[in-house]
């Protein structure tokens, strides 16, 4: 029996797909302690949790799972922040983090990275704001030029490299640091950068690596682009770069916290009156992102169920 607790019966082919591997239930707005009633109940022998991120409110965690007949968990992601996978020692956690023949086929958070730094160097959506108040004046909105600008990179990855071609489509200067493919230049990409967009994993070596020291050595006015994890920035550290003056801007599609009381959040609250623009964390929630990615944990998760038949 699987236990679905994300949205998946808009997304073509998803849900009868799932269903193909047996009896499904269906709770996309399940809560943490609901979640936890429902797979110890007697009788329910729920064996695997079909999630994603985007919609997940909460950590599937030791405390949640320690007394469940849950073995596996499926996640159409790339990104595992919101499993405990320190306590998944003992679980079948099926991803899409290595299966490159499919998220290569996902350019859609590499395109909402580029649409972001658009956005917030042309201000566009405080400019907007402005006119829905009956304004019209250009002068508080003057915005910036992508061939006369640098761009660092950090993270050469899949989503890295997709974002590189964009901005070098703009003529832009492109400034890359990913030491495990060869590129080590963060001190550069740091003093050199009018931009910088994050586009790496959450690890020890990147969790709040964007912190007060980072921000100090960056140019006056520069920008973040945050389409990672909330978990690689400081983001009290940044509201005060922002506050100052050092950096110009920052838009994100996560936030730290992302799975806990994401409306107490200091970096939402402050988007009102600082240059800060924040999305739902929809960077790969399109509709051919949705059907690529879902379909294909599914049929990754069909092989391993057949061969344990």
Same mark, same amino acid.
């Given at each position: 029996?699987?236990?679905?607790?994300?949205?998946?019966?808009?997304?073509?082919?998803?849900?009868?797909?799932?269903?193909?591997?047996?009896?499904?239930?269906?709770?996309?707005?399940?809560?943490?302690?609901?979640?936890?009633?429902?797979?110890?109940?007697?009788?329910?022998?729920?064996?695997?949790?079909?999630?994603?991120?985007?919609?997940?409110?909460?950590?599937?965690?030791?405390?949640?799972?320690?007394?469940?007949?849950?073995?596996?968990?499926?996640?159409?992601?790339?990104?595992?922040?919101? /499993?405990?996978?320190? *306590?998944?020692?003992?679980?079948?956690? $099926?991803? #899409?983090?290595? %299966?490159?023949? +499919? =998220?290569?086929?996902?350019?859609?958070?590499?395109?909402?990275?580029?649409?972001?730094?658009?956005?917030?160097?042309?201000?566009?959506?405080?400019?907007?704001?402005?006119?829905?108040?009956?304004?019209?004046?250009?002068?508080?909105?003057?915005?910036?030029?992508?061939?006369?600008?640098?761009?660092?990179?950090?993270?050469?990855?899949?989503?890295?490299?997709?974002?590189?071609?964009?901005?070098?489509?703009?003529?832009?200067?492109?400034? /890359?640091?990913?030491? *495990?493919?060869?590129?080590?230049?963060? $001190?550069? #990409?740091?003093? %050199?950068?009018? +931009? =910088?967009?994050?586009?790496?994993?959450?690890?020890?070596?990147?969790?709040?690596?964007?912190?007060?020291?980072?921000?100090?050595?960056?140019?006056?006015?520069?920008?973040?682009?945050?389409?990672?994890?909330?978990?690689?920035?400081?983001?009290?550290?940044?509201?005060?770069?922002?506050?100052?003056?050092?950096?110009?801007?920052?838009?994100?599609?996560?936030?730290?916290?992302?799975?806990?009381?994401?409306?107490?959040?200091?970096?939402?609250?402050?988007?009102?009156?600082?240059?800060?623009?924040?999305?739902?964390?929809?960077?790969?929630?399109?509709?051919?992102?949705?059907?690529?990615?879902?379909?294909?944990?599914?049929?990754?998760?069909?092989?391993?169920?057949?061969?344990?038949?």
């Amino acid at each position: 029996m699987i236990i679905c607790i994300t949205p998946v019966k808009h997304i073509k082919g998803v849900y009868e797909n799932l269903c193909s591997l047996g009896e499904v239930i269906y709770e996309p707005y399940i809560t943490y302690d609901e979640l936890k009633e429902k797979i110890t109940e007697p009788g329910n022998i729920i064996t695997t949790i079909f999630t994603n991120p985007n919609k997940q409110t909460f950590k599937l965690d030791r405390e949640l799972l320690i007394y469940s007949t849950v073995s596996h968990i499926i996640t159409a992601s790339t990104g595992l922040n919101h /499993i405990d996978m320190d *306590y998944m020692k003992n679980f079948y956690v $099926h991803s #899409l983090t290595t %299966e490159y023949d +499919i =998220i290569e086929k996902i350019s859609s958070t590499a395109e909402h990275a580029f649409a972001l730094m658009m956005s917030l160097i042309r201000n566009i959506p405080k400019g907007f704001d402005d006119v829905k108040d009956g304004n019209w004046d250009y002068e508080k909105f003057i915005g910036r030029q992508l061939n006369q600008l640098t761009i660092g990179i950090i993270g050469y990855g899949r989503l890295g490299t997709m974002m590189e071609r964009y901005c070098k489509v703009f003529g832009m200067n492109i400034i /890359i640091h990913d030491p *495990y493919k060869g590129y080590d230049n963060l $001190h550069r #990409l740091i003093h %050199e950068s009018n +931009i =910088i967009s994050l586009h790496v994993h959450v690890t020890d070596e990147t969790r709040k690596m964007i912190d007060k020291n980072f921000l100090f050595h960056m140019q006056k006015e520069s920008y973040i682009i945050n389409t990672s994890r909330g978990e690689i920035v400081n983001e009290n550290d940044i509201i005060q770069s922002l506050e100052s003056g050092k950096l110009k801007g920052y838009a994100t599609d996560v936030v730290d916290d992302e799975f806990g009381n994401i409306e107490n959040s200091e970096l939402i609250k402050r988007s009102s009156d600082l240059n800060i623009i924040v999305t739902p964390h929809i960077a790969g929630m399109t509709r051919e992102a949705q059907e690529i990615a879902y379909n294909g944990v599914i049929d990754k998760y069909k092989k391993v169920v057949r061969k344990e038949l």
